[in-house]
């Protein structure tokens, strides 16, 4: 592995599971870390019950004390919003559970599918459109893959694997390596796709070992991470990326747009730009998922169309994501054009 590569890694804390231990869950402890009063989040309690709150404290670093409107508090601090019930948001919005041939793997799409290797995350994000996803019944880790790699084996039109959750990067080292070389050894599988967004919400797991382990096969490797606002990219964050990039991964990033966090051009334009410094491409941009108890953060589709048109007036075409949202039953991401 060239030197580069390896430069700067005490830069980032190597101790990320012990980072993980010391999440934060308890509402009123992180209102009292950030110095916020429990009557600007009332319910917090209430809501974090049905979907627990938790955020490590990399990530509380980065949010202003004392603001209760802060862009990144809002995206992770349990309201009393989520308890509204709407009847056009629901448990399973993009039709995961009618996917499965097997019970962890997706086949949606033509040439790839998604293994739900763990239900866990580094961080509980509100607007999570799989919130409400049985883990327990549905994730391929549970019986080591074995039912999952079979399907993949016997369909020869699979060329790409995504590695989805929860968060695949919260499985150990020897857990993805086990899942790497399997995967590796299917010879009409070419690209391995990992979604996380662990190295925007804790980047000390981006270890040398980490990155060692994603580039000791024959696939070729895309990590999709997921970053919604430009304050979540800091020196950190940039490192963590460039050392992915500088390894020979490709780096893209999907947001999801979010009323009152990143709905406005001027974030999106400075967001696009962080993480180009960062060596991510845009890619997408997401409608919100409705999925039940996020319909607070809900953005109307022509506002985010004029959004898209203000990007595409300020930025070059590379930085511009591709404004999408995802339908139950569809064979792909629709895009979403102004008609």
């Known amino acids: ?39 600007d989040f009332p319910f917090c309690q209430q809501a974090s019950e049905q979907f627990q709150l938790k955020l490590p404290r990399a990530y ?64 509980h994000c509100r607007y999570c459109f799989r919130r409400h996803f049985p883990y327990s019944d549905n994730h391929s880790s549970k019986n080591q893959w074995h039912d999952s790699l079979q399907y993949i084996q016997q369909h020869s039109d699979i060329l790409e694997v995504i590695l989805s959750g929860g ?24 690209t391995l796709r990992i979604h996380t967004r662990i190295p925007i919400t804790l980047p000390a ?32 964050e940039q490192l963590a990326l460039k050392r992915l990039h500088q390894a020979g991964i490709h780096l893209l990033n999907q947001s999801v747009l979010l009323k009152d966090i990143n709905d406005c051009s001027v974030i999106l334009s400075d967001l696009s730009q962080s993480l180009f410094s960062s060596a991510t491409l845009p890619y997408y941009l997401h409608l919100l998922d409705p999925v039940q108890g996020a319909s607070h953060f809900h953005v109307d589709e022509q506002q985010a169309i004029k959004l898209i048109e203000e990007l595409r007036n300020t930025l070059p075409g590379y930085l511009v994501p591709k404004l999408v949202k995802e339908t139950a039953g569809k064979k792909s991401k629709l895009p979403v054009f102004r008609l």
């Open 60 to 123: 509380i670093n980065k949010i202003e004390l004392g603001n209760p409107n802060d862009p990144l508090l809002r995206q992770v601090m349990a309201t009393g919003a989520e308890l509204t019930i709407n009847n056009h948001y629901c448990s399973d919005p993009v039709g995961d559970l009618a996917s499965m041939p097997v019970p962890g793997l997706l086949h949606k799409y033509q040439g790839r599918v998604l293994l739900i290797t763990t239900g866990a995350c580094a961080i």
């Open 205 to 236: 797991r981006i270890t040398e070992e980490l990155i060692i382990t994603l580039t000791s096969s024959r696939l070729q490797v895309c990590v999709v991470v997921h970053a919604n606002h430009p304050n979540e990219i800091t020196v950190e």
């Open 167 to 190: 968060d695949p990067l919260m499985l150990s080292d020897s857990k993805l390596e086990q899942l790497i070389h399997q995967l590796d050894a299917i010879s009409h599988v070419k």
């Open 1 to 39: 592995m060239p030197k580069s590569i390896l430069q700067n890694f005490n830069s980032i804390k190597p101790d990320w599971q012990q980072q993980l231990a010391q999440a934060i869950t308890d509402p009123l402890e992180l209102l009292q870390l950030l110095k916020l009063d429990i009557d």
